[in-house]
């Protein structure tokens, strides 16, 4: 167990839908960090958030969205959703710092139909 | 922007027998190299890393080599074990404005047969 939370576990909604996802980091982590992994993509980074603040974005639409709140846990917006959005989404956090090593919560499973 | 290959896609071997999954990146600013070990239905794994500053470190049975002006780093698994089946990823990450952001590999599914 890596210590980071993600719900929910797995979702299935329908095409033009507005889903939220959850994560909660590590005890002392200030960073999180959202991947989205398919099979033709691979882990792909998203978007990255530091104490409140987005520090860096990756591939991330338009269509999608994200923040981090003062008690540090972190919701990734995904909405007008597509077929080609099923995927699965992690969330990872660090210390951001000498040891920053991101550990990954156990991932939201998307489905849309 | 960092572009990491990895390979094999797939490896099959028998337990007990020896795995080595190779990765190549482009950016000779990466100065990060960690692995990290995926399970069915679970998060990665966070396994070993390695800095620029070493070339090669150790763990039981798992160890990680890095050779910088070649710009590649491998994963070696000794003593497989049905257990260490999965799928491995390789990154490679530079620290550029604090971001930390790892560029991943698209993976190698492990197989080890008992």
């Known amino acids: 167990d890596s210590g980071v939370t993600q719900t929910p576990k797995h979702l299935i909604t329908a095409t033009g839908q507005r889903v939220t996802l959850r994560c909660s980091p590590r005890?002392?982590?200030?960073?999180v960090y959202w991947y989205q992994q398919s099979l033709d993509q691979g882990l792909q980074f998203l978007i990255q958030?530091?104490?409140?603040?987005?520090?860096a974005k990756g591939n991330i639409l338009e269509r999608f969205s994200a923040q981090q709140f003062p008690d540090l846990h972190s919701e990734l917006n995904l909405s007008s959703l597509e077929l080609g959005d099923s995927a699965l989404y992690f969330c990872a956090s660090s210390v951001v710092g000498e040891r920053d090593e991101q550990y990954f919560g156990p991932g939201t499973r998307l489905t849309v139909t | 922007g960092e572009n990491v290959e990895q390979h094999p896609s797939t490896l099959s071997v028998q337990e007990g027998d020896s795995a080595v999954i190779k990765c190549t990146y482009s950016?000779?600013?990466?100065?990060?190299f960690p692995w990290y070990k995926q399970e069915l239905g679970k998060g990665p794994q966070l396994i070993i890393d390695?800095?620029?500053?070493?070339g090669e470190k150790k763990d039981q049975r798992i160890a990680v080599t890095l050779n910088k002006t070649a710009k590649h780093f491998s994963l070696h698994i000794t003593e497989t074990q049905p257990e260490d089946s999965a799928v491995y990823f390789c990154a490679a990450r530079e620290s550029s404005g604090g971001s930390y952001i790892p560029t991943f590999g698209r993976g190698t599914s492990l197989i080890v047969h008992p």
């Open positions: 390695i800095r620029s500053n070493v």
């Open positions: 950016d000779s600013a990466s100065n990060y």
């Open positions: 958030y530091y104490n409140g603040e987005e520090r």
């Open positions: 005890s002392g982590d200030l960073s």
